[in-house]
């Protein structure tokens, strides 16, 4: 009799599925970019594990790219979703998609605010694992060739929320947008867009034009699309993408509420972030049919407490250590370094600096992200 797989057995297999240094090294000597094949093999690999793209349409997905602040935004929007499921019961099971993870890989796919459990984990990853081998010999296809690292999970997600029954979830984009592998949503509750800078030059462009066009690339026609402050050549394009995608994409200002709440770090960049969950809070409550109490200038009591009680480990965080204080932070673009700088001077000045230490994670772009 075969032992059961375990937990260790599907991260030795997932591992096996990232791109090392040398083949990405490899791919650009060869000139090897991303392209669209990448949302046409996503496409297919759905297929073969029994999903049709549409059928992810009743997660009601809130889908959220941007180069700086889009998992800060998916954190706030679902920790609001937490208030009120707590409160009023709906939603009943809130899907989080996010990555990179920082200790352990079920971080990036989670259920009411829990990463899923080891044995969750190992059940539904090797139900895709052994669905694409089967799907894969009567098909006359390769069982070896499987989708890489991010796609491999990305592909899992959807199955772990379709199967667990979550009626609302957070999709957090890869790298980009228009190519990225969450990008076979079709009908997405509202898209959102956070601030954009240079990031992933190798893939997306040099120029933030250039960048904003692969963004605004998870735009779906007849959805609601909503964008923080943008540079004026962002602003720009995004509109362009919006009018060719017939979508009406509006510019979300900081919520006059948040200078009375409690968010951290307390600066506007992060009041930016928490606007733009707060509006796609209120698509996600309309598509549920969840009223809403408060006016314009005002927020309901979940979305107060929401906003306070978010936790988004690694950015800008403050860690208690006996007599020291810890600031950690994931910066890995230049704009997102100076602001870590900042932040981390002004919590210098709160405290002793004989006691103060500081570490910034440099999270470095892999092709297992495409």
């Not at 029994?50 to 920790?79: E, M, W």
């Not at 979300?252 to 307390?266: E, F, G, Q, S």
């Not at 809403?292 to 480990?313: F, K």
Request: include cysteine; proline fraction near 4%; hydrophobic fraction near 40%.
């Amino acid at each position: 009799m075969e032992s059961e797989n375990t937990y260790a057995d599907a991260i030795d297999k997932l591992n096996l599925l990232q791109s090392g240094f040398a083949v990405l090294e490899e791919r650009r000597k060869m000139g090897l970019k991303m392209d669209g094949s990448a949302v046409v093999e996503m496409r297919q690999w759905a297929r073969r594990i029994g999903y049709a793209p549409t059928d992810f349409d009743r997660l009601n997905i809130v889908h959220v790219a941007g180069t700086k602040g889009k998992g800060s935004a998916c954190a706030y929007l679902n920790s609001i979703l937490t208030a009120y499921h707590e409160t009023v019961g709906l939603p009943k099971k809130i899907g989080l998609y996010t990555s990179p993870h920082l200790i352990a890989v079920r971080e990036r796919i989670r259920i009411n605010s829990e990463p899923i459990s080891e044995s969750l984990f190992t059940k539904y990853f090797f139900e895709v694992w052994d669905a694409l081998e089967r799907s894969a010999v009567e098909q006359g296809l390769d069982p070896k060739h499987k989708p890489v690292y991010f796609r491999f999970l990305t592909l899992m997600s959807f199955h772990v929320f379709m199967r667990e029954g979550v009626d609302a979830a957070m999709y957090e984009v890869g790298v980009g947008g228009e190519w990225d592998s969450t990008n076979i949503i079709e009908q997405p509750v509202a898209t959102g867009i956070t601030t954009l800078g240079i990031d992933h030059t190798e893939v997306l462009g040099e120029t933030i034009d250039k960048i904003a066009w692969h963004k605004a690339g998870i735009f779906k026609p007849g959805c609601p699309a909503f964008t923080v402050a943008q540079l004026p050549a962002a602003v720009e394009v995004l509109e362009q993408r919006a009018k060719e995608k017939n979508v009406h994409l509006q510019g979300v200002a900081i919520h006059p509420a948040l200078h009375n709440i409690k968010i951290t770090p307390d600066e506007d960049y992060q009041r930016g972030n928490a606007s733009l969950a707060i509006v796609l809070v209120d698509s996600m409550l309309k598509r549920l049919g969840i009223p809403r109490v408060g006016g314009e200038s005002s927020l309901p009591e979940q979305y107060v407490g929401g906003l306070e009680r978010t936790v988004w480990r690694g950015r800008c965080e403050t860690k208690l250590d006996g007599d020291k204080t810890w600031c950690l932070d994931g910066a890995h673009t230049k704009e997102s370094i100076e602001i870590a700088g900042h932040w981390f001077a002004r919590v210098a000045l709160k405290r002793s600096p004989f006691h103060l230490q500081a570490i910034t994670i440099t999270l470095t772009p892999c092709a297992h992200v495409l």
